[in-house]
């Protein structure tokens, strides 16, 4: 059994050996991957982060040192060298991780799988640092969760998409939460059992759902922003969007059958 990171910005996890297989996640740079087998140019196993199972392409995997650190901004570009001027590698997205060299001035120096490169350092938290509290040099830490998943409105939908350019219903509540430091699961369908249980009819009927509750549908999960409105990265408006929990209630019972379940996230 051999553990290897991604070396790129993202990789797919594939339900099968080969790049038309169906997209079921995809994992962040920096991140785990622990190998099992291999077929095709694709190597099987299971990120580390989620316990998610799938085949990523041979290319996508390497060797990284142990991160220290990890991207706080809901997306950010990487540069050759220190100047801002500096060319651009590649871009990052949220949760991330990395190994930071050093820091200098307002720029983090860090690996990559061909040696290094730089980001703005008020883009990334150490490790270290996590259950800290947030200072004003990393404000970007002191967000309430669903503060960041309005980061992400206009966002576009991707069917396991995991980062800020493109992902799914799941993926919008997990990468928020972890905003927080609150890891939970990757699917709607163990995110059923987040946090508290809510009553479905009062809740409902008495318009007292308040800010980061969560709405399960069968198969789809979305934030509360307030007690009226829904934030939801969904395959209606291929985007995330805000609207009336109302409009979504009345669009999506057709299709996805009413509302399972009403969940608030405890820290």
């Not at 503060?147 to 350019?165: H, S, V």
Request: net charge neutral; hydrophobic share 40%; with cysteine.
């Amino acid at each position: 059994m051999t553990e290897l990171r991604i070396i790129t910005p993202s990789a797919p996890l594939h339900s099968g050996p080969n790049s038309d297989a169906s997209l079921d996640n995809e994992g962040l740079f920096g991140e785990t991957f622990k190998v099992t087998g291999t077929k095709n140019g694709f190597l099987f196993g299971s990120l580390i982060a989620d316990g998610y199972e799938g085949w990523i392409p041979k290319n996508c995997l390497g060797d990284l040192p142990v991160p220290n650190a990890r991207v706080i901004a809901p997306m950010t570009h990487v540069t050759l060298c220190a100047s801002v001027k500096s060319p651009s590698c590649f871009s990052l997205s949220f949760r991330a991780v990395l190994n930071v060299i050093n820091t200098k001035g307002d720029r983090a120096k860090i690996a990559t799988a061909t040696g290094h490169a730089f980001l703005p350092r008020r883009h990334v938290q150490l490790l270290a640092n996590v259950k800290k509290k947030p200072s004003a040099e990393n404000e970007l830490v002191d967000i309430d969760w669903v503060g960041f998943a309005e980061r992400l409105i206009n966002a576009p939908y991707k069917w396991g998409g995991r980062t800020a350019w493109g992902l799914d219903c799941s993926a919008l509540v997990q990468l928020s939460l972890a905003a927080t430091g609150l890891d939970v699961p990757r699917d709607s369908g163990p995110q059923h059992e987040i946090g508290a249980h809510l009553d479905i009819e009062s809740r409902l009927s008495k318009s007292n759902l308040r800010r980061g509750d969560l709405v399960f549908w069968q198969g789809h999960v979305g934030i509360m922003q307030d007690h009226h409105r829904l934030l939801h990265a969904n395959a209606y408006h291929m985007a995330v969007v805000s609207e009336p929990l109302e409009d979504a209630v009345t669009r999506m019972s057709p299709i996805a059958g009413p509302i399972t379940a009403l969940r608030r996230p405890l820290f």
